[in-house]
């Protein structure tokens, strides 16, 4: 069985202790920033406070934690196949920390206040801690394998829709044009008469935890990272909720076609995304 501390040291407090200062510094440079530049495709946005936080993040870790192996998303080359390869590299340690420094890039450069910093922990591939955190509503969401979620410390739980028709759902439109952008546009299109409403609020991670508060339904995305969902699909199964890929199979770290929901509903959102055919990226 994992353990959640070394020595006297507990990995959730320094998740928690990381989130913070990372989310404080960034809110505080919203709108002061100078380098923007793209990655994968002219909508995958990147600037310094990305980079930043990322390295402030891993200095917190490695300071407390020197023998654990980091996943950032910052430290992998961009695209679909380099973060693959990245990740089954690394996927095996014994303890591995799975950042995403600054989730909702695009929010953060035109001042939306929807973004968030989001750190796991993960046990020899098992995610055993997730924090998000969203420094703009001060909201901090943790959770531990096993021992449940919370929000500003109070318990967490997934809503009670049982069916779609009542269901507030969240996607993205993920800036890979080409990839997973159109698969899921047929998502969206296919989804949106059999739901009360959809979201596209530009924070995968965020959209997780607020599927675990209760606050959304349900949330799917096509071409995902392990960065984006790790923390956040932690937070979704401590809350009672449902997490799998959107073809069914259970979350692991590989899984990039995400969907996580409060279980009612879990089985007609899949039938329904695979109907579309809008289940996972065509090649
Ligand atoms: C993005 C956000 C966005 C989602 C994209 C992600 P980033 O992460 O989570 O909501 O639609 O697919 O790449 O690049 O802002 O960390
Ligand atoms: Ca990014
Ligand atoms: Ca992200
Ligand atoms: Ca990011």
Redesign the pocket.
């Known amino acids: 069985n994992p353990s959640f501390t070394v020595g006297s040291k507990s990995f959730t407090a320094v998740a928690i202790n990381t989130a913070s200062k990372a989310g404080e510094w960034i809110q505080s440079k919203l709108g002061d920033f100078n380098s923007l530049h793209t990655k994968y495709s002219s909508q995958?946005l990147v600037t310094e406070i990305d980079k930043g936080a990322e390295k402030m993040i891993r200095n917190l870790i490695q300071t407390h934690f020197p023998h654990h192996s980091i996943l950032g998303?910052e430290g992998v080359e961009p695209g679909p196949a380099a973060s693959s390869k990245a990740l089954e590299a690394i996927k095996d340690a014994e303890y591995l920390w799975i950042v995403?420094p600054?989730?909702?890039?695009?929010n953060f450069v035109h001042g939306f206040p929807f973004f968030s910093v989001s750190i796991a922990l993960a046990y020899k591939g098992e995610v055993i801690v997730g924090v998000v955190y969203n420094p703009m509503s001060n909201e901090l969401f943790v959770a531990e394998k096993g021992k449940g979620a919370y929000v500003k410390g109070k318990p967490m739980n997934v809503s009670k829709e049982a069916k779609l028709i009542d269901s507030l759902i969240a996607t993205?439109?993920?800036?890979d044009r080409n990839g997973?952008l159109p698969v899921n546009l047929q998502g969206l299109n296919a989804l949106c008469p059999k739901v009360r409403n959809i979201r596209v609020a530009?924070?995968?991670?965020l959209?997780l935890a607020y599927v675990a508060a209760g606050r959304l339904s349900g949330f799917w995305?096509i071409?995902?990272?392990a960065w984006?969902i790790a923390a956040g699909a932690l937070l979704v199964e401590e809350s009672g909720g449902k997490v799998t890929d959107t073809e069914g199979n259970p979350y692991t770290l590989s899984v990039r076609n995400i969907a996580a929901s409060n279980g009612h509903i879990h089985k007609e959102f899949l039938s329904e995304l695979d109907a579309a055919s809008a289940v996972a990226i065509q090649v």
């Open positions: 995958d998303e995403d600054l989730d909702g890039t695009t993205g439109l993920p800036a997973a530009g924070s995968a991670a959209h995305e071409g995902l990272n984006d």
